[in-house]
T-cell receptor
Framework: GAVVSQHPSRVICKSGTSVKIECRSL??????MFWYRQFPKQSLMLMAT?????????EQGVEKDKFLINHASLTLSTLTVTSAHPEDSSFYIC??????????FGPGTRLTVL | GQQVMQIPQYQHVQEGEDFTTYCNSS?????IQWYKQRPGGHPVFLIQ?????EVKKQKRLTFQFGEAKKNSSLHITATQTTDVGTYFC??????????FGEGTQLTVNP
């Protein structure tokens, strides 16, 4: 199956700093990628749809100025958590469609903000 | 927005017992997808159901889509310790966006 990678897998940062998370499709091109957030023992919540070459589409309640998304190429989308605070600590997961119907998820990035 | 309710939240079984998780929606679903997430891992696609009354099988796993396309179930026969994880249903909406159910965390005692 298609492979999606994420980097870093874990990050610990101080409150107020910004953190960038990369999502790459390794063996296919993805015009659309998705960013999810998952708190412990909870479900995945879609944050935004990342569109190659255009602005991301954010879900209701997600601050676009706090969660900056850039999809500069067909294989790379980045999520930057700006001015991170402890409440932003979570598991961030990206996904991409390799073909119709099936989404492939990256391994996730666990963010801890101190 | 669209909500997919999933029950039970937790299920503990002895190895060899069967397991079922259910997803329900108050509105008609365009389709339903099922994912498995192992502890510490990421969701892995299992299957997609599209047709009313559809039933699909993958070895010990049986997936059903209700006649009214408002509910779905995943049934595992004779669970094994490798079945441990959280099972999510998800509806795919416009633009391939996924709305996930709350998930059912399955633990299997050997």
């Amino acid at each position: 199956g298609a492979v999606v990678s994420q980097h870093p897998s874990r990050v610990i940062c101080k409150s107020g700093t910004s953190v960038k998370i990369e999502c790459r499709s390794l063996d296919f091109q993805a015009t659309t990628m998705f960013w999810y957030r998952q708190f412990p023992k909870q479900s995945l919540m879609l944050m935004a749809t990342s569109n190659e070459g255009s602005k991301a589409t954010y879900e209701q309640g997600v601050e676009k100025d706090k969660f900056l998304i850039n999809h500069a190429s067909l294989t790379l989308s980045t999520l930057t958590v700006t001015s991170a605070h402890p409440e932003d600590s979570s598991f961030y997961i990206c996904s991409a469609n390799a073909d119709y119907n099936e989404q492939f998820f990256g391994p996730g990035t666990r963010l801890t903000v101190l | 927005g669209q909500q997919v309710m999933q029950i039970p939240q937790y299920q503990h079984v002895q190895e060899g017992e069967d397991f079922t998780t259910y997803c329900n929606s108050s509105t008609t679903l365009s389709n339903i997808q099922w994912y498995k997430q192992r502890p510490g891992g990421h969701p892995v696609f299992l299957i997609q159901l599209v047709k009313s009354g559809e039933v699909k099988k993958q070895k010990r796993l049986t997936f059903q889509f209700g006649e009214a396309k408002k509910n779905s179930s995943l049934h595992i026969t004779a669970t094994q310790t490798t079945d441990v994880g959280t099972y999510f249903c998800a509806e795919e909406t416009s633009g391939s966006r996924l709305t996930f159910g709350e998930g059912t965390q399955l633990t299997v005692n050997p």
